[in-house]
């Protein structure tokens, strides 16, 4: 099996239900597909289509009904919390719509986060690859400020560092870009296609918007708990470009550049 | 996470909420305090009282007059009169396990000497008493065996009354003084004695013959009390054994009757004192406990309050991979801090007010190691048992609920 083909997540059958009382909500009715090592894949769907509850079985946050759930050939569904918890910091980086920084800490010490709950790192070894994580985002600049000295999109960026720095083999984004506006979103989307293109890092994204989705290699549609479609996108478009492309914003009119 | 990690991120947390953990802290320190500052006061005056006891002479041995009148008015052992000269004679006959024998009878009233004056107790007793109480001379003789058959108006002084009378500094031996009208000659002095525990100033006597005081003063023939001296301090229950029958004896008691006296040794004095300082000692750990537990809950509390606060960071904290052990030691952590915290600084308020009370009310105190060792261990286990909850609560939250937590 070469590189490009080699399988790191693969479900069969998977099936969530909640209990509400007398009725149950099946937000995962038989969800099966497989992602292979270096895919940028794209989860969309309407509102309550299930897109969250599965990004939390993928992420180990959640553990299905029914189905088996195989991270990098090993069966989830058999793991207790803690081991779980152990995959989830050594496997995986999560990015959230609403970033979830911890307040008045720096970005360097969010970004080091998941490095403590690793016995393995000395601090020297966790400052260092924090340094390394908040570079790749472009935020070398940023290492001690503090979350509300910080701009919503460079926010992201702290999250995506911290989704970076234990050198997941994958990382899962909720609706990463919901909060910000699109210039910001397509900046966010070019570091990602970025960590993708060029570091090969393997990506699920949670999104509503197609725009968004135009920038990823796969997209599977959810609904009502079922995948209605898992195509490859043939005309992936490059969010730098996109970016060039957006109108100039109000600034730069009123204030012309001299 | 490492246990330094842990303690970091419980200072910081800590630090972000002062105010809140130290009004958290109060009860912790209130307790504390109180119970160092305590059993301080209460250890200065065991010891003190213990070495001045066994200052006094632990063989000393102490008889008093007491009401066998059941029920009724009972009277103070002043008033009681049951010893008497023939008592005296008796003990002194021919004495198995103690040695020398001193009646006393006292009497208040003002001291003049020209005019300088001050109102003191005298004290009749013998010439024995000195040896009984040791209570050394500084300067002068003693008074005799002889002074006592004849009532001589002569007397010994403390330290207290030689700077009253003789402000000037002048040498008291062979100086004329009055008390109560009555002239004695002072032919000794007695060295400086100092307070006792209770703050009785002991150099504030004047010692004259037993005879002297009963006839020329009380106009009485009973003593308010004997001292006598055990041999040493084996023999002390033996002579209290020896005392009683003699006494019983010279005071044709029958057979089964109370006593009308009361014989104490001062090794049973230190164990009545022992034994009072004991209940105190457990007295104080109630005191503790309870002031302990009232922090404690204080602390159950705030913790609460602080992981429903953290609901959100805890998810996020697991969502990356913290355990739920993780999660329940950075919130006991957190706890201890605050107990062991609050301990430290009740214990440096408890030393504080510990000097305060010995500065200002000159009351005996001794701070000991094992008290702050003690207490520090009990805010420790106070954080441990009362933060346990609360962290347990953290550690069992699901970390999608807590991500979602609004
Ligand atoms: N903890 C829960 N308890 C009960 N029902 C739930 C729970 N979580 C999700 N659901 C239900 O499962 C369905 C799918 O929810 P999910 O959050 O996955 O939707 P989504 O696709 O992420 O929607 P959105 O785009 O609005 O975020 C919904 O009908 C929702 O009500
Ligand atoms: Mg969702």
């Known amino acids: ?258 | 996470m490492r246990i330094v990690n842990l303690i970091q991120l419980a200072l910081r947390a800590i630090k972000r909420n002062k105010m809140r953990a130290f009004l958290t802290m109060l009860g912790i320190i209130i307790g504390v305090a109180a119970v160092i500052a305590m059993v301080a006061i209460g250890q200065g005056s065991k010891q003190s009282i213990q070495s001045q006891l066994s200052g006094m002479g632990s063989n000393m041995i102490v008889i008093r007059p007491n009401s066998n009148i059941q029920g009724g008015a009972r009277l103070d052992n002043t008033t009681v009169q049951t010893l008497t000269e023939p008592d005296v004679a008796a003990l002194e006959k021919d004495p198995q396990y103690f040695t020398a024998v001193s009646p006393q009878v006292s009497s208040r009233g003002q001291v003049i000497n020209g005019p300088n004056n001050w109102t003191t107790n005298i004290q009749g007793v013998s010439p024995d008493f000195l040896k009984i109480r040791s209570w050394p001379l500084q300067e002068g003789v003693n008074f005799t065996q002889q002074d006592v058959k004849t009532s001589a108006k002569v007397c010994l002084v403390g330290q207290t009354i030689v700077s009253n009378l003789f402000p000037d500094g002048s040498d008291p031996i062979g100086k004329m003084i009055r008390f109560k009208n009555i002239p004695f000659k002072i032919i000794g002095v007695l060295s400086k004695k100092g307070e006792n525990t209770f703050g009785q100033d002991q150099d504030d006597v004047i010692l004259a013959p037993v005879t002297t005081v009963q006839k020329r003063i009380l106009a009485t023939i009973y003593y308010q009390t004997i001292f006598a001296s055990a041999l040493d301090e084996k023999s002390t229950d033996k002579a209290v054994d020896e005392i009683t029958n003699v006494l019983r004896a010279s005071h044709k008691l029958p057979p089964g009757t109370d006593d009308d006296f009361t014989v104490r040794s001062q090794a049973e004095l230190i164990n009545t004192f022992t034994a009072t300082s004991q209940i105190l000692t457990i007295l104080l750990a109630v005191i503790a406990g309870i002031s302990l537990i009232v922090g404690g809950i204080g602390i159950m509390n705030i913790m609460y309050v602080s992981v429903t606060e953290r609901t959100k960071e805890i998810g996020l904290r697991m969502s990356i991979g913290a355990r739920g052990i993780d999660i329940l030691m950075q919130f006991l952590v957190e706890a201890i801090l605050i107990s062991v915290t609050g301990g430290l600084i009740g214990v440096a308020f408890g030393i504080a007010a510990t000097k305060l009370v010995t500065i200002f009310l000159h009351w005996p105190t001794l701070v000991t190691q094992a008290s702050v060792i003690l207490s520090f261990m009990v805010c420790f286990i106070t954080g441990v048992f009362f933060g346990y909850y609360p962290a347990l609560k953290a550690s069992k939250l699901d970390p999608i609920e807590a991500l979602r937590y609004e």
């Open chain 1, 1 to 258: 099996m070469n590189k490009e083909n080699s399988v790191i997540l693969d479900i069969r059958n998977l099936h969530r239900e909640f209990k509400m009382g007398e009725e149950t909500v099946k937000a995962l009715n038989g969800v099966s597909f497989t992602i292979s090592k270096g895919e940028f894949v794209t989860i969309m769907g309407s509102s309550g289509s299930g897109k969250t509850t599965l990004l939390n079985i993928l992420g180990c946050l959640d553990k299905p009904t029914s189905g088996t759930y195989l991270l990098d050939g090993i069966d989830i569904g058999k793991l207790s919390k803690t081991q779980l918890a152990g995959y989830r910091n050594r496997k995986l980086g999560f990015v959230f719509q609403s970033y979830n920084l911890l307040a008045r800490t720096s970005a360097l010490e969010n970004v080091e986060l998941p490095l403590m709950y690793n016995k393995d790192f000395s601090a020297k070894q966790r400052k260092e690859k924090a340094l390394k994580a908040l570079e790749a985002v472009g935020l070398s600049q940023r290492v001690h400020h503090l979350p509300n000295q910080l701009s919503g999109g460079q926010q992201q960026r702290v999250a995506i560092a911290r989704a970076l720095v234990n050198d997941p083999v994958m990382i899962l984004a909720d609706e990463a870009t919901g909060n910000l506006d699109t210039r910001t979103s397509y900046e966010i989307m070019m570091l990602v296609q970025e960590l993708n293109d060029v570091q090969g890092k393997t990506i699920v994204f949670v999104t509503h918007e197609p725009d968004i989705a135009s920038f990823s290699k796969r997209t599977i549609t959810l609904k009502d708990g079922k995948i209605i479609k898992d195509a490859v996108n043939t005309n992936v478009q490059n969010a730098k470009e996109s970016l060039a492309s957006l109108p100039p914003i109000d600034e730069e009119i009123t204030n012309p550049v001299t």
